[in-house]
């Protein structure tokens, strides 16, 4: 699920606008097919606060992580991406630099989530290859093996 990060918004926000950003945002993302994302429950929309007032609202940056490498989700998909939803806030500010910044992340370098449960434990040698749940500290919970 891509994690899509909005930094130096203008200070102040109302609820109505963050909500128009917000709307601005998963419709560029769902906008691009090749991503195969739904709607606004298969991403992950952020308000990021910034501590220092001083320049909020005159350079907007957008981050989005978390986008699962896949073949479809070519070099030139990602730059629409960034394309559509850089001129989506900038179509909201249309005074601020917006800058947008795409980085896809491969899972198997190390991801988990709580919608796979149960899970398989990987590094344990004796039940590895049966579903069950791995414990916080990395042992199996069926032997407590690594």
Same mark, same amino acid.
């Given at each position: 699920m891509p994690i899509i990060k909005v930094?130096? %918004? =203008?200070a102040n926000q109302t609820e109505e606008m963050l909500n128009k950003v917000h709307q601005s945002i998963v419709s560029a993302v769902v906008g691009i097919y090749e991503l195969g994302l739904k709607d606004e429950n298969d991403m992950t929309c952020l308000f990021v606060p910034d501590l220092m007032s001083y320049g909020l609202g005159e350079e907007i940056i @957008? +981050? @989005?992580? #978390? !986008?699962?490498?896949? =073949? +479809?989700r070519t &070099? #030139? $998909?990602? &730059?629409? !991406?960034? %394309?559509? $939803?850089? !001129? #989506? @806030?900038?179509r909201l500010y249309p005074k601020a630099k917006v800058e947008c910044f795409v980085a896809s992340f491969n899972p198997e370098n190390g991801f988990w989530t709580s919608a796979d449960q149960p899970t398989k434990n990987p590094d344990c040698e004796v039940h590895g290859s049966i579903e069950h749940m791995q414990s916080a500290d990395g042992k199996c919970p069926n032997c407590g093996n690594h």
């Open positions: 930094w130096c %918004l =203008p @957008i +981050e @989005i992580s #978390g !986008l699962f490498e896949k =073949p +479809e &070099q #030139g $998909v990602r &730059q629409r !991406l960034a %394309l559509n $939803v850089g !001129l #989506g @806030i900038k």
